[in-house]
């Protein structure tokens, strides 16, 4: 069982950062694929983020070149460094974790609020 705690949201003005972590329980997080989604209201939850259990990342193409995801396997804890944040990264951010060996189960964080004002 995996569990994972958000953390780093908030508000922020248009061009701001902030950084998001995902806190993780457990004892395999080196093994777990880590992904950064987000969901507006109405809208399906989008993947923002991905970095494998071997650190490879890969980025929605919105967020290119402003968004950095990164791992800490020490302190079981996922990043996501946001610059040049816009108004329409507004939403709520959700951490994912899947384990990296077939048949893994997929867990959630309870999400974080981001908005951006004008």
């Known amino acids: 069982q995996v569990r994972l705690l958000e953390s780093g949201g908030g508000l922020v003005q248009a061009g701001g950062s902030l950084r998001l972590s995902c806190a993780a329980s457990?004892?395999?997080?080196?093994?777990?694929?880590m992904g950064w989604y987000r969901q507006a209201p109405g809208k399906q939850r989008e993947l923002v983020a991905f970095i494998t259990s071997g650190a490879t990342t890969s980025y929605t193409d919105s967020v290119k070149g402003r968004f950095t995801i990164s791992r800490d396997n020490a302190k079981k804890t996922v990043y996501l460094q946001m610059n040049s944040l816009k108004r329409e990264d507004t939403v709520v951010y959700y951490c994912?974790?899947?384990?990296?060996?077939?048949?893994?189960?997929?867990?959630w964080g309870q999400g974080t609020q981001v908005t951006v004002s004008s």
């Open positions: 457990g004892s395999v997080f080196s093994l777990l694929h």
């Open positions: 994912n974790a899947a384990g990296s060996w077939s048949g893994s189960n997929v867990y």
